[in-house]
Every structure is written in C-alpha cells, then in structure tokens.
C-alpha cells in the first residue's frame, strides 16, 4: 500500500475518533456543570427550607417569651386559651426544625421549647429567669451554625453555664 491509498482511509477514520471524542469531551464537561449547579441549587433550597423552618419556630418562641415575661412581671402563672394556643405553636414549629435542620439544632430547639413549657407550667416565682436566655443561646449557635453562619458566637453578657441534657432538667 501506498501513502495515498492509507491517507485516504485513515484520515477519514482519524477525522471520526476526534469528532467522536470531542463530543463526548463536550458531553462530560456540560454534564458535570450542570450537576454542579443543580447540587448548588439543591444546597440554596435546603437553606431556604432550613431559614424559614427556623424563622417560623423563633417567631413561635417569642409568643410563648412574651408570655412567660408577661407571667413573670404578674407574678402569677395563668393558663388561658392564648397560652395553650401559643405553646401548641411551638411545639409544632419545633417539629418543622426537626425535620429540616440539623439533629444537633433539633435537640437544641427541643431543649428550648421544653424550657419555654415548664416556664408556662410552673409557678412563677419557682421560674429561673437565666435558663430560657441560656437555651436560646445555644439554640442560635446551632441554627447559625446550620445555616452556615461563620464567626465569632453571638455575645452575650454572662457565657452560658453548662446546661443539662433535656432528660435531666
């Protein structure tokens, strides 16, 4: 065989095994971009999900604060329909953190509605007025910590002490 004869086969096979590589080059590179923004899409909406499930539950547990503070002030602890409504708000909206958020955050909400609740329970001068403030805090280290917040924790006068497990208090 001669060097035409070969070129004019081999050339055109030559030709096919690049095209065929480029486009599966193509293929693999479009492909791992779009998973990347589709991951990158997934991880905004599983935030957003987390953000609103959290915003939801603080908003809930301002309610029942409002009602221990008003409680406290009183010197009186009153159940009323508003109470009852208010404390069934938080417990439900714990229950959206817990499915959105972090075990770690869901532990930390469910300490804190458990502390909201036994200061609506409990007589009030029987009430620890540091306690909420401590599982609030550490509630809004874990949900900034789930949102991805970075940085220093959030300042607070006195640090927290050490807080029993929710099985403990």
């Known amino acids: 065989m001669d060097w035409k004869t070969m070129s004019a086969t081999l ?3 030559l030709g096919v095994l690049l095209g065929t590589c480029g486009t ?11 998973s990347k923004r589709l991951e ?10 987390r953000k609103s499930a ?11 604060e409002m009602i221990v503070d008003g409680q ?3 010197g009186v602890s009153t159940a009323s ?14 229950k959206s953190v817990e499915l ?12 804190y509605t458990r502390a909201l609740h036994l200061s609506l329970r409990r007589p009030a001068d029987t009430i620890d007025p540091t306690a909420k403030g401590q599982y609030r805090y550490l509630m809004m280290e874990r949900a900034r910590n789930d949102l991805g917040v970075t940085g220093d924790p959030l300042l607070r006068e006195v640090p927290p002490k050490e807080i029993p497990a929710s099985g403990e208090a």
Do not use: N
């Not at 599966?24 to 779009?34: A, I, K, N, S, V």
């Not at 959290?54 to 029942?64: D, M, N, T, W």
């Not at 329909?81 to 714990?94: G, I, N, P, V």
């Not at 075990?103 to 909400?109: E, I, L, R, S």
């Open 100 to 111: 959105f958020c972090s075990p770690v955050m869901a532990q930390a909400a469910h300490d």
């Open 72 to 74: 406290a002030q009183a």
């Open 11 to 13: 050339l055109p096979l």
């Open 24 to 34: 599966l080059l193509g293929q693999y590179l479009g492909t791992r971009t779009d």
């Open 40 to 49: 990158y899409e997934k991880r905004i909406a599983e935030r957003a999900e």
């Open 81 to 94: 329909s508003d109470t009852e409504e208010a404390l069934h708000q938080l417990w439900l909206a714990k």
């Open 54 to 64: 959290i915003l939801s539950f603080l908003e809930a547990a301002q309610r029942v």
